[in-house]
Nanobody, 126 residues
Framework: QVQLVESGGGLVQAGGSLRLSCAAS????????MGWFRRAPGKERELVAA????????YYADSAKGRFTISRDNAKNTVYLQMNSLKPEDTAVYYC???????????????????WGQGTQVTVSS
């Protein structure tokens, strides 16, 4: 069982930065791949970025490439999403999720994810 709690969301102007954190409970955090998703009003949930259990592999959606960076600190049971050059279209509720992957294939980041946080709101004003 893993419980996830996101933090770090807020209101920021376009071009600004935010750093989201996701704190996980449980001693097996380092066994899980982690993902950051977002859901904007009227849109489907989107995988923004994912990171393997060791941090050795990452995935970014095209919308996040070059602007967002996912990282993790297994000693602190925390995964981060550094978001730079934010745009109004980045406005969404951001969720972190955990996926216990036993075999990493080419589409390892697709899930399904086993555990989800409650989300944190990110609002980017123009």
């Amino acid at each position: 069982q893993v419980q996830l709690v996101e933090s770090g969301g807020g209101l920021v102007q376009a071009g600004g930065s935010l750093r989201l954190s996701c704190a996980a409970s449980g001693r097996t955090f380092s066994s899980y791949a982690m993902g950051w998703f977002r859901r904007a009003p009227g849109k489907e949930r989107e995988l923004v970025a994912a990171i393997s259990w060791s941090g050795g592999m990452t995935y970014y959606a095209d919308s996040a490439k070059g602007r967002f960076t996912i990282s993790r600190d297994n000693a602190k049971n925390t995964v981060y999403l550094q978001m730079n050059s934010l745009k109004p279209e980045d406005t969404a509720v951001y969720y972190c999720a955990a996926d216990l992957i036993k075999l990493y294939g080419s589409s390892w980041y697709e899930g399904p994810y086993d555990y989800w946080g409650q989300g944190t709101q990110v609002t980017v004003s123009s």
